[in-house]
């Protein structure tokens, strides 16, 4: 029957959420999970697809938002979604730009995205270039901004968008 496995993909995966993107490497995940760096291997094929998995991970931790009939609140909410990502997972913003390979549960979370906006008349073309866009902002505004503390979002909120410049609703046509 053999030796019972020492780890599996779901605890690599763990292990690399744990330590975070800012410190993630295959030594650190192997060394938390009490393996040799060479087992680790077994598992996960390379450090790319190691953040790769860990990234597709949190994605799909976070609640995103599902389209309605405003446009703006639909990017709105989706930014802050994107937003929420970043702040549980120190380093993501930094990781996620350069990473060379995409998990399914964002490319299937753009994709859905980027299906609204066609429902609000955009090209797919331009559909894309927004929902690329959207995710941009967000990673390149993320580290500009001081952690929120005890207000949560609704602090970020204050800071990212202050008082008086909140557009009002846009609807389909």
């Not at 292990?15 to 993630?24: N, P, Y």
């Not at 799909?60 to 909410?77: F, N, S, V």
């Not at 299937?108 to 995710?135: E, H, K, S, Y």
């Amino acid at each position: 029957m053999g030796r019972p496995p020492l780890a599996d993909q779901e605890a690599v995966i763990g292990a690399a959420l744990s330590i975070g993107f800012s410190g993630l490497s295959m030594s650190a995940v192997a060394e938390r999970l009490g393996i040799s760096h060479s087992t680790l291997y077994r598992y996960i094929p390379s450090r790319d697809a190691l953040a790769a998995a860990a990234a597709d991970h949190a994605v799909r931790a976070i609640e995103w938002p599902e389209p309605g009939d405003d446009l703006r609140a639909l990017l709105i909410a989706t930014a802050w979604a994107h937003w929420r990502l970043h702040a549980a997972n120190p380093g993501l913003a930094k990781e996620i730009t350069p990473m060379r390979l995409t998990g399914p549960a964002l490319v299937d979370r753009d994709n859905r995205t980027g299906v609204a906006l066609l429902g609000f008349g955009f090209a797919p073309q331009d559909a894309a270039l927004i929902v690329d866009m959207l995710a941009e902002l967000v990673i390149q505004a993320f580290p500009t901004v001081p952690p929120a503390r005890e207000g949560g979002e609704t602090e970020c909120r204050r800071h990212v968008m202050p008082r008086g410049r909140r557009p009002g609703p846009m609807r389909r046509g």
